[in-house]
């Protein structure tokens, strides 16, 4: 699908953010609010960007969830904002003002991802720059670090790893990034749904940006609000586009600035 720059369709969406009740914020976190970095430890929030948000969540028509692929602590800290929605793990765990959410499926399959991660540890040992990085209810094997030739064989045993169990896990591939997850029927999209039925506002408009292949299923699932693909323009199921993190934070800031003009929320 060609999506559109959603810098010249802001009139449209001013109309729909002025005639909702309530707007429900969803924003990635790595290549959305933040930008890649080459060791994901690295990554960090800029404060004026931790400082919108905060201005954003402060407003009462608006709700604000961070859905990332990190672990719901490692995101939370390093967005550092108390009270907003924050859903970890690709939406597996879920917790915010007065809701809390956990996938069974995700949790029985903690032990053996545990042993994948020991078996992905010892077997990519070999290979420089790879991360294995356990984040309890999903596994990332980042290669962002590894030279080119590498990066199939890295890929061939992450394959061959999850294959000891398929009825367990399934593999997705990220920016440089591969993540073992648990066949949970449940991802971004689902997660942002479940959200959305706690808050339980009639008439909300969701928003969803976010930049890498596992935010297609939450552009998918929310295709009746407003769904932006941040990053190089290429196939993807968003209606719109956002060139950058820095874009993303002027969007927020513009949003910001409807409340402000007096509309609804
Ligand atoms: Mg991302």
């Known amino acids: 699908m060609v999506n559109h720059s959603l810098h010249e369709h802001l009139p449209s969406v ?7 009740g309530h707007v429900l914020l969803g924003l990635d976190f790595d ?53 907003l929605i924050y859903a970890g793990n690709h939406g597996l ?6 809701l809390s959410y956990l996938d069974p499926t995700a949790v029985k399959a903690r032990r053996a991802l545990g042993w994948l991660a020991a078996a992905l540890t010892k077997g990519l040992s070999q290979i420089t720059g790879v991360i294995v990085e356990n984040k309890s209810l999903t596994l990332s094997v980042h290669c962002r670090q590894v030279a080119i030739e590498d990066r199939e064989t890295v890929f061939r045993h992450v394959q061959a790893a999850a294959a000891v169990a398929p009825d367990c896990f399934r593999i997705s591939v990220g ?10 029927h449940w991802h971004k999209g689902s997660a942002m749904r479940w959200i959305d039925g706690q808050i339980g506002r009639q008439n ?35 209606t719109y586009h956002l060139d950058s993190p820095a874009s993303v934070r002027e969007f ?14």
């Open 175 to 184: 920016k440089l990034v591969y993540e073992v997850c648990p066949q949970a």
């Open 14 to 20: 001013a109309a729909r953010v002025r005639n909702a």
């Open 93 to 98: 765990e879920i917790h915010g003002p007065g």
């Open 204 to 238: 909300t408009l969701t928003l969803y940006l976010g930049d890498d292949r596992t935010d297609e299923d939450a552009f998918r699932t929310l295709a009746h609000g407003i769904t932006v693909k941040v990053g190089e323009p290429c196939e993807t199921a968003a």
């Open 252 to 265: 927020l800031y513009w949003l910001a600035s409807l409340n402000q003009q007096g509309g609804q929320p």
């Open 31 to 83: 290549g959305t609010l933040s930008p890649i970095v080459e060791d994901p430890s690295k990554a960090e929030l800029s404060l004026e960007t931790q400082d919108i948000i905060k201005a954003l969540a402060a407003i009462p028509g608006i709700s604000v969830a961070i859905v990332s692929g990190r672990s719901l602590q490692d995101v939370r800290g390093r967005v550092g904002i108390d009270g």
